[in-house]
């Protein structure tokens, strides 16, 4: 099993939503995410599952991580619950970390629960003028990220987005997970 954290952040404070609003528009960055957790298990936070439309994502399992053990998921047969991170540690499948901030830094601050694999993608533009809420940020997990963590050399540019594929140091990191990714940027940057 390996864990991939994936999210886009903001340039220069890691802003990666505002109230249940992503603060961008960017179709490319939908479409990555898509294609990279197409088929794939996604670990989400209740909030982050409840701005899904009709709290599902087509073509995925997610693990909705809740304090609520009787809290209703969309789909019993492709989303379950979980009150214990602690209990995804030796998850017989790959796991995609999706967010949101809080469920970000809780993987990246324990040690056993850090995901192998982060595809960090930046945008470089305007945040969404209008939104109201709290900023979420992964300030936590980006501290982890450039202490214990190693970019690969390739970076891929996308509109205003530098995506970068960074494996935890010292880690066993699934090298055909590694080219699956790496495979599937590539080809969107031509």
Same mark, same amino acid.
């Given at each position: 099993?390996?864990? %991939?954290? *994936?999210?886009?952040? &903001?340039?220069?404070?890691?802003?990666?939503? %505002?109230?249940?609003? *992503? /603060?961008?528009? *960017?179709?490319? +960055?939908?479409?990555?995410?898509?294609?990279?957790? @197409?088929?794939?298990?996604?670990? $989400?936070? @209740?909030?982050?599952?409840?701005?899904?439309?009709?709290?599902? =994502?087509?073509?995925?399992?997610?693990?909705?991580?809740?304090?609520?053990?009787?809290?209703?998921?969309? +789909?019993?047969?492709? &989303?379950?619950?979980?009150? +214990?991170? @602690?209990?995804?540690?030796?998850? /017989?499948?790959?796991?995609? %970390?999706?967010?949101?901030?809080?469920?970000?830094?809780?993987?990246?601050?324990?040690?056993?629960?850090?995901?192998? *694999?982060?595809?960090?993608? $930046?945008? &470089?533009?305007?945040?969404?003028?209008?939104?109201?809420?709290?900023?979420?940020?992964?300030?936590?997990?980006?501290?982890?990220?450039?202490? @214990?963590?190693?970019?690969?050399?390739? &970076?891929?540019?996308? +509109?205003?987005?530098?995506?970068?594929?960074?494996?935890?140091?010292?880690?066993?990191?699934?090298?055909?997970?590694?080219?699956?990714?790496?495979?599937? =940027?590539?080809?969107?940057?031509?």
């Amino acid at each position: 099993m390996t864990k %991939i954290a *994936i999210w886009c952040r &903001h340039e220069g404070d890691n802003v990666i939503g %505002i109230g249940a609003e *992503i /603060p961008w528009n *960017i179709p490319s +960055d939908s479409r990555r995410f898509r294609n990279l957790t @197409k088929e794939k298990t996604l670990v $989400v936070g @209740k909030k982050t599952y409840e701005s899904f439309p009709n709290r599902t =994502l087509p073509n995925r399992r997610l693990i909705v991580v809740t304090r609520q053990p009787d809290y209703e998921v969309s +789909d019993s047969q492709n &989303h379950r619950i979980v009150s +214990d991170l @602690k209990s995804l540690k030796d998850y /017989p499948e790959d796991l995609y %970390i999706s967010g949101g901030a809080v469920i970000y830094d809780a993987f990246f601050e324990e040690p056993a629960l850090r995901p192998e *694999i982060v595809v960090d993608c $930046v945008y &470089h533009g305007a945040l969404k003028d209008g939104i109201s809420g709290e900023p979420a940020s992964v300030d936590k997990s980006v501290a982890v990220l450039e202490k @214990k963590y190693m970019p690969l050399p390739q &970076h891929f540019e996308m +509109d205003n987005v530098t995506t970068t594929v960074w494996l935890l140091k010292g880690a066993f990191v699934a090298q055909n997970v590694v080219k699956e990714i790496l495979q599937y =940027l590539e080809m969107e940057e031509k």
